[in-house]
């Protein structure tokens, strides 16, 4: 299996705190990969870092086979690989409409198809081209997360990092956009890589799973080790206690 | 052999009005229940009038809202006729509430320790040595290791965890009888969730107090409370006891508890909620 997406030693310092510390990852094409972690383990950091929204200080990175350096990526990069963020409230421009949204990406690589692939977008995420001129606080979360979706897929990336795309999200709403992401990857033999604190979710998704702490990745795990709780990291335990909700003890 | 006691809340046909450019909006139509010295949960989505039946109980609702009810009593004084000045003082001392984020609902500018102390000088004659200890045992009962050194520091300077232990015990400092908690954990990682939930279901046992518990989570209400309400559309669509859960028969309830995504299952696509729109009738 060749690997889609390559992170050897990847470090991350902010002053003299190390967010992530020496991170070494292999994903493969069209696979699912998951990792979750409490909060200030360093799971959005290195999204942030290998979707360039953040640089990276030691390390290396590859995207099918390429490398990329810390700072600057070309638009092959961009097209390559995008991003989902978790809150749909903030990750979609306020006084855009949906129609300049998906527009921008499109302009930036130079598409001229423009109509057609705002249109199918659109159908993709399943909102109709009703919602083409409407702005985003006139649409709920659950359709905001799938315009954030649309503007994501709109360039055909290969590899598309979510960061807990459905955690602000209602539960019915979620499943929907849990159905609509594998849907996607079906469809385009994507590769993911998704971030949440839910391991139901994450064991829904992902095929592989990791687990981060403190800016290390504490295990790495097939989804079959977390339903016969084959697994060592005293936080995974802890994780799949809280994920069978509240015992009186 | 069954003692009636009298409840400690009675809601009664409440209504909460929000009027809009394009009308009336109502955000809760008609929610009846009583509340006794037990745990009860309110589910539902964003929307379903949750956080607003709280808030007028609290008496919170903003002030263009109306609110009717045929009643709305708190032991046995009417809420809906009593002048804001009786509110006021019940509000903190036998009527409390727990905000979802600590990091909102705590004021950035006031210390932790005065915050408390700020909640029982509003409520008691009381001394500031006297208010100091109280607020360091209530710190402590929390389960904070060093009270000492948290009541000097501003919310800023705490986790979400401890900010939200820390809120709880300006709640209960004054030992209220009746605890709304709207939301109290969703801001929290995960594995924190249990610790304040733990800290909580400790302090309301203890105290013998009421507790309404808001959440959108249906596992976890269901895991906490004794008995649950679930509301869609500002009404209450089922209630239930909260160990029968399986057996709900409203197909909204069974529809939320379906679409979970659980670890050991394998159901690709996951089933959704299919809205009838008789529901929101």
């Known amino acids: 299996m060749t690997s889609a997406l390559s992170i050897r030693d990847m470090v991350v310092t902010y002053d003299e705190f190390a967010a992530l510390d020496h991170v070494n990852f292999d994903i493969g094409t069209g696979e699912s990969f998951g990792i979750v972690g409490e909060s200030g383990s360093g799971k959005s950091t290195l999204l942030r870092a290998v979707s360039g929204l953040a640089s990276f200080d030691q390390g290396t990175l590859s995207v099918n086979g390429r490398p990329y350096s810390g700072r600057k990526r070309d638009k092959e990069f961009y097209r390559t690989v995008q991003m989902v963020f978790q809150d749909p409230y903030g990750s979609l421009h306020p006084r855009q409409t949906v129609d300049r949204l998906l527009l921008e990406p499109l302009v930036i690589h130079g598409f001229t198809d423009i109509e057609t692939r705002i249109n199918r977008a659109l159908d993709e995420v399943g909102l109709g081209s009703g919602f083409r001129f409407r702005y985003s606080h006139q649409l709920s979360g659950g359709q905001r997360q799938r315009i954030a979706i649309a503007r994501a897929l709109i360039l055909e990336p290969k590899i598309l990092l979510l960061d807990e795309p459905t955690s602000a999200l209602d539960a019915s709403i979620q499943a929907e956009i849990l159905n609509l992401l594998e849907q996607a990857r079906r469809d385009r033999n994507l590769t993911f890589v998704m971030v949440s604190h839910d391991l139901g979710v994450i064991s829904h998704m992902c095929e592989r799973l990791a687990v981060m702490k403190n800016g290390k990745v504490v295990e790495t795990v097939p989804r079959k080790a977390l339903e016969n709780r084959e697994f060592s990291a005293d936080y995974t335990r802890q994780l799949l206690v809280a994920s069978e909700g509240f015992r009186r003890g | ?281």
Request: net charge positive; proline share 6%.
């Open chain 2, 1 to 281: 052999m069954t003692v009636s006691v009298k409840p400690l809340l009675t809601v009664e046909d409440l209504r909460v009005t929000f009027p809009t450019r394009t009308g009336d909006v109502q955000a809760v139509r008609g929610v009846s229940f009583a509340l006794g010295r037990e745990r009860l949960g309110i589910v539902g989505e964003s929307g379903s009038g949750k956080s607003q039946t709280g808030r007028a109980i609290m008496g919170l609702t903003p002030g263009h809202a109306r609110i009717s009810a045929r009643k709305l009593a708190f032991g046995d004084r009417d809420l809906l006729t009593m002048p804001a000045r009786e509110r006021r003082d019940l509000r903190g001392k036998k009527v409390a509430m727990i905000l979802q984020d600590p990091k909102y609902s705590l004021n950035p500018v006031m210390t932790i320790g005065r915050q408390i102390v700020e909640t029982l000088k509003t409520h008691e004659k009381i001394s500031n040595s006297a208010a100091k200890a109280r607020a360091l045992a209530m710190l402590e009962a929390v389960q904070i290791s060093d009270p000492k050194r948290v009541f000097s520091l501003y919310p800023h300077e705490v986790s979400g965890g401890m900010g939200q232990r820390a809120m709880i015990a300006m709640m209960l400092v004054c030992g209220p009888e009746l605890l709304i908690a709207d939301e109290p954990t969703s801001a929290l990682d995960v594995t924190v969730q249990l610790e304040v939930l733990d800290i909580l279901d400790k302090l309301v046992a203890d105290r013998g107090m009421g507790l309404i518990f808001i959440s959108h989570d249906l596992r976890l209400v269901s895991s906490f409370c004794d008995r649950v309400i679930v509301m869609y559309a500002g009404r209450i669509v089922e209630e239930l006891p909260a160990a029968n859960l399986a057996d709900a028969q409203h197909p909204y309830t069974r529809g939320l508890l379906n679409c979970l995504p659980t670890i050991g299952s394998d159901r690709h696509p996951l089933p959704v909620l299919d809205r009838k729109p008789e529901w929101a009738l």
